[in-house]
């Protein structure tokens, strides 16, 4: 893995930490181990808050969102999966 910046989910899509544990697990997404998922995750060294703030910016592209139904939105477990600080980061600092 030496040289990889960014995996290719990132690149394509926004996502939490567990966000993308989950993708890379999933039997519905990769289908890695958790344990690798986890280690891949945690290798990359993401800015958290930096994707949250993509994912807002996202959401906020394809409709109109009240800052509270927004941040709901990224920390839900149906959502994105940030945590709470880092979604009202990702709030405060999109286009709302």
Do not use: C
């Not at 519905?28 to 994707?51: C, I, L, Q, R, S």
């Not at 592209?61 to 927004?70: A, D, P």
């Amino acid at each position: 893995m030496p040289g990889i910046a960014r995996t290719p989910n990132l690149e394509s899509g926004h996502f939490s930490r567990a966000g993308l544990i989950n993708q890379l697990s999933s039997e519905y997404g990769e289908g890695f181990p958790k344990k690798v998922a986890t280690f891949a995750v945690d290798y990359v060294h993401a800015d958290w808050n930096a994707e949250a703030v993509e994912a807002a910016n996202g959401y906020l592209e394809s409709g109109q969102f009240s800052r509270r139904v927004l941040i709901e939105q990224l920390e839900s477990s149906y959502g994105e999966h940030f945590t709470h600080k880092q979604a009202v980061y990702g709030v405060n600092h999109s286009k709302l």
